[in-house]
């Protein structure tokens, strides 16, 4: 009976001490303060609105806008022509030297370009065979187009054809497939004449049709006022009808070549051709026919031309200072004769 009595007083006692631990553990847990639950508990993250207003970063400087490119108003033109109200004026022409008037020759004209005065003429405004002188207008109606179309330029090759090719002499002996640039053939029609070199730049920019060329040519002569002129092909051969002797010709006027030479001079890229003495080209040494440049003072060119018809033709510019001359003549029996008549025509009127 002892035995159970002390077991008993000993439970007791040890629930008294377990007891006595939970509530002082309770105690303790209740006056801990509370775990601090926000992120990273050593810092509070501002909000925006509590954040220090930084200083912005500084931009550099917007570049200047650049000026805009220059519109290139022409290509190959080196100013718009002006128009002029007025043709020539004759009213102050002058007679030639008795050495000088003597000289046998059909047609002939001497313009100062500057002041636009006659100096001197004869039967200038008859319309007459003109031979080569055509190719004159050829490269400049060439030119006109050169300058509208964006898409060729002095480097584009043109095929040849086999009707360039069966023009009659003189040529350059151009080849059917053969691919020529554009350049080449005005050096071949301004120094050689070459008439295939002629044809051909007809066919080219007459779209395959030499006579829509022709057609183009003769509106160019409208449009600068050359009203005796008349256009049947781009080279000034005689075209012979089929069982009969006539000939169609290329006209104008001495008078009419001056106006489209003072229409060629706003295309300074003609005047080099014109003006060149001498070439080595692909198709052999080619020299310009003007015997006179080189040999008289600021002789520039232009063109040669002969025909039974026409006979020996030249149409020239020469620039001496302030003054630039320029005329044609037609008409004589040898070269030689319109060579020496130009020069001493020139060395006149300078001093006129």
């Known amino acids: 009976m002892r035995e159970k009595i002390v077991a008993l007083i000993v439970c007791l006692i040890i629930f008294a001490v377990v007891l006595s631990f939970a509530i002082s553990t309770a105690v303790r847990s209740s006056t801990r303060p509370a775990a601090d ?7 509070k993250i501002p909000t925006p609105a509590e954040q220090p207003t930084a200083e912005p970063i500084p931009q550099p400087e917007p570049l200047p806008a650049l000026p805009p490119a220059p519109v290139k108003k022409h290509r190959f033109k080196s100013t718009d022509h002006p128009s002029y109200t007025a043709d020539f ?16 020759l059909k047609a002939g004209i001497l313009v100062d370009l500057d002041t636009r005065q006659v100096i001197w003429e004869k039967n200038s405004n008859q319309g007459v065979p003109i031979a080569s002188l055509t190719k004159l207008l050829t490269i400049y109606t060439a030119f006109e187009e050169l300058e509208r179309k964006n898409d060729i330029d002095l480097n584009t090759r043109v095929t040849v ?14 080849r059917p497939g053969e691919k020529v640039r554009l350049h080449e053939l005005f050096l071949y029609s301004m ?14 920019f007459g779209n395959g049709d030499s006579n829509e060329f022709i057609k183009l040519m003769n509106r160019k002569a409208a449009a600068i006022n050359m009203t005796s002129a008349k256009f049947h092909n781009a080279n000034g051969l005689p075209i012979y009808e089929k069982k009969t002797t006539d000939a169609r010709m290329n006209i104008a006027s001495c008078h009419d070549m001056v106006k489209l ?7 300074p890229m003609i005047l080099r051709y014109t003006s060149c ?19 008289v003072k600021g002789m520039e060119g232009l063109k040669t031309g002969y025909t039974n018809a026409a006979g020996h033709c030249l149409a020239f510019s020469c620039r001496r200072g ?3 001359l320029a005329g044609v003549v037609t008409g004589f029996s040898k070269r030689q004769n319109c060579f020496a008549f130009t020069a001493k025509l020139l060395e006149w009127g300078f001093k006129n």
């Open 277 to 295: 003495r001498e070439k080595n080209s692909r198709h052999g040494n080619l020299r310009n026919g003007n015997q006179l440049l080189g040999k």
């Open 37 to 43: 639950k926000t992120p990273a508990a050593a810092e």
């Open 161 to 174: 054809s086999t009707e360039c090719t069966l023009t009659a002499p003189v040529k350059i002996k151009l």
């Open 322 to 324: 302030n003054r630039r």
């Open 191 to 204: 120094l050689k004449s070459a008439n295939d070199a002629a044809h051909l730049i007809a066919e080219y």
């Open 89 to 104: 004026d004759f009213s102050k022409r002058k007679l030639l030297p008795a050495a000088l008037a003597k000289t046998p």
């Open 261 to 267: 030479i003072e229409r060629i001079y706003d295309y």
